[in-house]
């Protein structure tokens, strides 16, 4: 048990896979916060099935302390930045030829310009991840969990969804509701929405902040219209990266990942939870980012000094990158990232 001191984060031990209750093998011992210098020790354990390969945080954080560790979140700072009109332009074509998106006119030129994004493998695969895979639905019901600042929630507002947004970060939501977007701070089981409430539910970067993964899950299928889409975004516990840096992986990020998924034991928690239909890949979508902040998170480690992350090297996350894709290629369970798109 952590200390009772306020900054710290008390934790109660978690000695089982929450998936199939069997007993968890030591992973990491002592792993810190190199991202955002939120004060403890956390040790990892991993499940000891090869068909599951869940890793949690044992001891695991209480729900009652959790958010001390995102006093200084991302989702706190407001997003901004020039935006390129080519780029724009290009994207809009995409979006309008592959998903159906044209609240715009889009001529046949754009369209034929959104074809220039099948070029960029990466950049591509970020434009699919920008609809959640969502093809067009005026007026269609989404929920986007965890929706942090709102970029996403905001995005699909626009193109005809009814989107609302939904997280547990009271910072975050001020944000996105500054902005005038519809979100609300709270739990899914706590908003006690009706049966087949959403033709889609989206998850980016979410279901591994969760103490009760499958809970939340049920709740998802429960309040999916037949035939509605959850998709799900999760870093890979099994990729590349993680193998090659351990410890040190950015995707590890205690204390806030509760719970790091493969693709089998994603695919494992969707069946409990019900749903039968579903499509699991993983993408290289952010590796260099990924790669780089890794490499950052050894150099820290093996110094041991420092609270902030310092900037890697562009050119060998590059290389970095390159070396996963080529991997990647040959298995495709190596990428950085896990991509769920499942039915009810």
């Not at 009109?85 to 994207?91: D, E, N, Y």
Request: aromatic share 10%; glycine share 10%; net charge positive.
């Amino acid at each position: 048990m952590a200390s009772p001191d306020i900054d710290l984060i008390r934790s109660r031990p978690s000695p089982t896979c929450c998936l199939c209750g069997k007993q968890g093998q030591p992973l990491y011992q002592g792993t810190k916060d190199w991202l955002y210098n939120i004060p403890g020790e956390w040790n990892f354990s991993s499940c000891p099935d090869p068909d599951c390969g869940l890793l949690w945080l044992d001891p695991m954080p209480l729900a009652e302390d959790i958010g001390k560790a995102y006093k200084t979140y991302f989702t706190h700072r407001q997003s901004t930045g020039p935006r390129n009109r080519f780029i724009q332009f290009v994207k809009a074509g995409y979006l309008a030829g592959k998903y159906g998106y044209s609240r715009n006119e889009i001529g046949r030129l754009q369209k034929a310009c959104g074809l220039i994004a099948y070029l960029a493998l990466f950049r591509r695969t970020g434009l699919d991840h920008l609809v959640a895979f969502l093809s067009a639905l005026p007026r269609g019901r989404l929920l986007d969990l965890g929706c942090g600042d709102g970029q996403l929630l905001e995005f699909m507002q626009n193109q005809g969804w009814q989107a609302e947004g939904l997280d547990f970060d009271p910072a975050a939501i001020e944000n996105a509701t500054r902005r005038g977007l519809w979100a609300n701070v709270g739990t899914l089981q706590s908003k006690c929405y009706p049966d087949n409430s959403f033709e889609a539910i989206v998850m980016s970067h979410f279901v591994e902040h969760i103490h009760e993964p499958l809970q939340l899950l049920r709740e998802c299928h429960r309040i999916l219209t037949p035939g509605g889409r959850l998709l799900i975004l999760t870093p890979n516990a099994a990729s590349w990266g993680h193998r090659k840096f351990a410890r040190c992986w950015r995707g590890l990020e205690p204390p806030r990942h509760l719970h790091l998924f493969s693709p089998p034991s994603l695919r494992r928690l969707l069946t409990l939870a019900g749903f039968k239909e579903m499509a699991v890949t993983t993408t290289m979508r952010n590796a260099g980012k990924i790669l780089r902040l890794s490499r950052s998170i050894q150099n820290s480690y093996r110094r041991s000094a420092g609270t902030t992350v310092p900037a890697g090297s562009a050119a060998a996350a590059g290389i970095l990158q390159m070396v996963e894709w080529f991997k990647w290629k040959r298995d495709p369970n190596l990428g950085e990232e896990i991509d769920l798109v499942a039915e009810k």
